[in-house]
């Protein structure tokens, strides 16, 4: 323990420290726990609470699978089939994509769930794979010592004297906070996109009919997008996201600016009419940032500590999951085998800015004319509209052969563009001045 200025006595050990019991942070110390080694979750809040982002997608479903949580979050999901995009621009205002008609048809469905249940189960999952798990446990510093030697870390459990771990690993999963990303000073804006949310639950909102009643809805307006995800207990999500530029107008108090949104989106406005908010509106700015590096001496960063981008494809939860499965993989190697942790990390960091990248290049256009129109009249031509499809699933990390298919989507993009040069230089414009801070 070289290195390190505390006493023995008042030092806990463990392999590794997580900072986080959300999505990223309870799928890491669960898989960690499983393969031997000494795990503790610090979350600074108690579980449940509420947290947004209530949309899953496709893809998480093989990582319930594996982490054995399936059946519990069957019990408390609802079936989303597809998405539904609502455009006050095109002649057919509604298109809906269908997940049982991507690429891979073995994963046909999502779910909705509310937040505060979901985290809930996997943060006890970790703890029944054998992690420690310390709920009010906020991590005030970390202390990094010699490579070989590990990192203290310090946190407040709401005692006299607080806590400190001797950790071989941290794991960063602080979500927004990005403890690690703000201590070394590698967080940045997101320089090709920015935006601001505000959300609120309703009760009593008009869903869609049959089958498509557990869908998520977007609905563009002038200035960003909406989102409409219907929740099991009768609750309904709504949330604008929306460019820095517009949210700087406001001159009235948030609930009524936030409504004053929403009435932009006439057949959102409809499916409100007799709703009732039940909670206050939330706000959030400087939405997407991302940190340089993804590792560093005896620590790595998952989920949203890495980075976030705008939600319009409900990647949140998918992102920090299959993070917190490549970050798990990557520690455990550097563990186990300290002369190949340099390449593992390397590797991790790798796979998941491949996987941001993939689902950037369509969510920095998903406002611009040219891709609502593909969006909104969608054909198969090269199997586009399948991998499109498989997108939209969060399907981008496993061998589904999607990209070719990818590639002609793109092409036609920008043949569409071309086609119609003065509106996409107009767009692009807007664009520009739109994401200024």
């Given at each position: ?10 030092v ?10 959300g999505?990223a ?16 979750v ?6 449940p ?20 949580v ?10 989303k089939?597809g ?31 509310r ?8 943060l006890r ?8 798990v ?8 970390v202390?990094?010592?010699p ?9 407040d ?16 999963a602080?979500?927004?906070d ?21 959300y ?54 948030v ?5 004053d ?16 908010m ?13 940190c340089?590096?993804?590792y ?6 998952v989920?949203?500590?890495?980075s976030?981008?705008?939600?319009v494809?409900s ?10 499965f ?36 369509f ?24 991998a ?34 003065r ?15």
């Amino acid at each position: 323990m070289a290195g390190l200025t505390q006493s023995e006595a008042t030092v806990e050990e463990c392999d590794v420290l997580i900072i986080g019991g959300g999505p990223a942070g309870s799928t890491a110390a669960a898989l960690l726990a499983q393969k031997g080694h000494r795990v503790v979750v610090a979350e600074k809040d108690h579980h449940p609470r509420f947290h947004v982002g209530e949309s899953l997608l496709p893809a998480n479903l093989p990582l319930f699978d594996r982490l054995g949580v399936a059946d519990e979050i069957r019990a408390i999901g609802m079936v989303k089939r597809g998405v539904q995009f609502v455009s006050p621009w095109h002649e057919n205002t509604s298109q809906t994509f269908a997940f049982k008609d991507a690429w891979d048809k073995t994963m046909p469905h999502a779910y909705q769930v509310r937040r505060s249940e979901f985290d809930e189960v996997l943060l006890r999952n970790a703890a029944r794979n054998g992690a420690t798990v310390i709920e009010g446990c906020r991590v005030r510093s970390v202390e990094n010592a010699p490579a070989d030697a590990g990192s203290l870390v310090h946190a407040d459990d709401g005692s006299a004297t607080g806590r400190t771990w001797h950790t071989r690993y941290v794991i960063d999963a602080s979500g927004r906070d990005t403890f690690m990303g703000n201590r070394e000073r590698m967080k940045y804006r997101n320089p090709r996109h920015n935006s601001a949310s505000l959300y609120a639950h309703f009760r009593g909102a008009i869903r869609q009919e049959g089958e498509a009643e557990g869908d998520i809805s977007i609905f563009w307006f002038q200035h960003g997008w909406l989102w409409f995800i219907p929740l099991p207990d009768g609750a309904t999500s709504v949330g604008a996201v929306t460019w820095p530029y517009y949210m700087k107008t406001r001159s009235t108090d948030v609930e009524t600016f936030f409504r004053d949104i929403i009435a932009q989106a006439p057949e959102l406005a409809a499916r409100l009419a007799s709703a009732e908010m039940v909670t206050p509106v939330e706000a959030t700015g400087n939405f997407s940032y991302f940190c340089e590096r993804a590792y560093g001496p005896n620590y790595v960063l998952v989920g949203d500590a890495l980075s976030f981008i705008d939600p319009v494809f409900s990647s949140g939860v998918l992102l920090a999951m299959q993070s917190a499965f490549a970050a798990a993989g990557a520690v455990d190697t550097s563990l186990r085998k300290p002369a190949q942790a340099q390449a593992a990390l390397k590797g991790y960091e790798q796979a998941m800015r491949g996987g941001l990248r993939k689902l950037s290049w369509f969510i920095y256009r998903i406002n611009h004319p040219s891709m609502r129109d593909l969006f909104m009249g969608p054909r198969n031509i090269f199997r586009v509209k399948e991998a499109l499809l498989s997108v939209l699933a969060g399907d981008i990390f496993g061998n589904t052969p999607i990209w070719r298919s990818v590639a002609a989507f793109k092409a036609i993009y920008y043949w569409n563009q071309m086609r119609n040069p003065r509106r996409s230089i107009a767009a692009w414009q807007r664009r520009r001045v739109s994401i200024r801070v």
